[in-house]
Each structure stands twice: as structure tokens, then as C-alpha cells.
């Protein structure tokens, strides 16, 4: 089966993205990713995007913003530290660059701590 994503989302992403030093393009499970040095960190997933944070701040906007939901791909278990942001327009993606920079930093800062 093909990966599912909206091509839209990921020319928005691209441009927001990309020219982040620490941030290149990659592959999850098929569909277009953004991986904070060697790890993951955002992703597209069908109609949404992936984004990994930290715990406090994904539990904060699943409570409080209703275009945040739980990342669950492939409906797998829910990840604390992983939420999916869904929005019909790709041009509302930019309203979300705090969250975009925020999970670029904290995956960075894993990575360090794990050296």
C-alpha cells in the first residue's frame, strides 16, 4: 500500500523546515520525514503531521487544542511524547513553528544527553 499523505502539507513543511542546519529529509514507513540529526522528529501521516515533544507540551495541546490529537500510526498504542497535528489548510502549518522549533530542540537535546 502507498504511503498516504498530503502533498500540500509537505511543501509547507519543506519550506519551513529545510534550511534548519540540524534538519534533513528522510523516510517513515513511507511517508516523508525530518529527522533532527540522526533522529526522528516530525513526519507526515496521512491527512496530518507527526510530531515528537516533550510529554509535558504534547499532554498540553491534546487537552487544548482540538486540532491535536494522540500520534498513533497505524493505530499502534499511544506515545507520550508524540502528537498529531491535523488541519484542512497547509498554510495553517505555519501557525504551529513554535511547535515545529520546540520538537527540533528537544530531540536535539535527547540526542546530546545520550552521548
Known amino acids: 500500500m502507498a504511503a498516504n499523505f498530503n502533498p ?20 517513515m514507513f513511507g511517508f516523508p520525514a525530518y529527522y533532527a540529526d540522526r ?11 507527526g510530531i515528537k515533544v516533550p510529554e509535558q507540551t504534547a499532554a498540553g495541546l491534546i487537552k ?5 490529537i494522540p500520534f498513533q500510526p497505524y493505530g499502534k498504542r ?12 497547509s498554510d495553517d ?17 535527547q540526542q546530546e544527553k545520550g552521548k
Do not use: T
Open 8 to 27: 500540500k502539507h509537505k511543501a509547507i513543511l519543506d519550506d519551513m523546515l529545510l534550511d534548519h542546519p540540524a534538519i534533513r529529509p528522510g523516510k
Open 39 to 49: 533522529k526522528l522528529c516530525i513526519c507526515l501521516y496521512e491527512q496530518g503531521v
Open 64 to 68: 487544548e487544542d482540538r486540532n491535536v
Open 78 to 89: 499511544k506515545m507520550r511524547e508524540w502528537i498529531q497535528i491535523n488541519l484542512d489548510r
Open 93 to 109: 502549518y505555519g501557525k504551529y513553528l513554535a511547535v515545529f522549533e520546540e520538537s527540533i530542540a528537544h530531540v536535539l537535546a
